[in-house]
T-cell receptor, first 116, second 111 residues
Framework: NAGVMQNPRHLVRRRGQEARLRCSPVKGHSHVYWYRQLPEEGLKFMVYLQKENIIDESGMPKERFSAEFPKEGPSILRIQQVVRGDSAAYFC??????????????FGQGTRLTVV | DAKTTQPPSMDCAEGRAANLPCNHSTISGNEYVYWYRQIHSQGPQYIIH???NNETNEMASLIITEDRKSSTLILPHATLRDTAVYYCIVGPETSGSRLTFGEGTQLTVNP
């Protein structure tokens, strides 16, 4: 999966703690997307960001979840006061731009969050 | 984005062609057909996409019917490593990465 780096690969948090998931897109990509995959379920879109802007957060839970993609550094998905239902695999994808033929997404290997 | 329908599972013998169907009868004129796959526990992997012409790359071929209401992904010589969930997704090109994943088809390649 062409260069999207997510860390950590596995994250264990106790209920009530904060989880921070990081995603470094493919070099030169300025569009980042976060997806969540609950156990035994399909991938669900959460949020789409460009540098310093949230473009579409229609899939993001209204509370406890936030995302950013600063001018410098990786994109961060932050989950405050985690609950057991947040346990899932979180995947990040990046693309060079929207429009044009080369809009396929490159996905990272995901962060598996376990809330105990 | 248009909805797609795929069979939940398929089997294929190693070395044979795997033909994965997808119905997208409500596709609109500016929507592309994308195929991704997810090998167990890994991140999804882009395979191919097209608008109305058949497409081929090093991984697969995509055959889109003339009315664009269905398509078939063809893996010409399936290997054990092609065992995965295959997702057919339709959407406008401008949202090439904001993808709406359905249930997909679990393809199992048997030795």
């Amino acid at each position: 999966n062409a260069g999207v780096m997510q860390n950590p690969r596995h994250l264990v948090r106790r209920r009530g703690q904060e989880a921070r998931l990081r995603c470094s897109p493919v070099k030169g990509h300025s569009h980042v997307y976060w997806y969540r995959q609950l156990p035994e379920e399909g991938l669900k879109f959460m949020v789409y960001l460009q540098k310093e802007n949230i473009i579409d957060e229609s899939g993001m839970p209204k509370e406890r979840f936030s995302a950013e993609f600063p001018k410098e550094g990786p994109s961060i998905l932050r989950i405050q006061q985690v609950v057991r239902g947040d346990s899932a695999a979180y995947f990040c994808a990046s693309s060079p731009r929207t429009g044009g033929m080369n809009t396929e997404a490159f996905f990272g290997q995901g962060t598996r969050l376990t809330v105990v | 984005d248009a909805k797609t329908t795929q069979p939940p599972s398929m089997d294929c013998a190693e070395g044979r062609a795997a033909n994965l169907p997808c119905n997208h009868s409500t596709i609109s004129g500016n929507e592309y057909v994308y195929w991704y796959r997810q090998i167990h526990s890994q991140g999804p992997q882009y395979i191919i996409h097209g608008l109305k012409n058949n497409e081929t790359n090093e991984m697969a071929s995509l055959i889109i019917t003339e009315d664009r209401k269905s398509s078939t992904l063809i893996l010409p010589h399936a290997t054990l490593r092609d065992t995965a969930v295959y997702y057919c997704i339709v959407g406008p090109e401008t949202s090439g990465s904001r993808l709406t994943f359905g249930e997909g088809t679990q393809l199992t390649v048997n030795p």
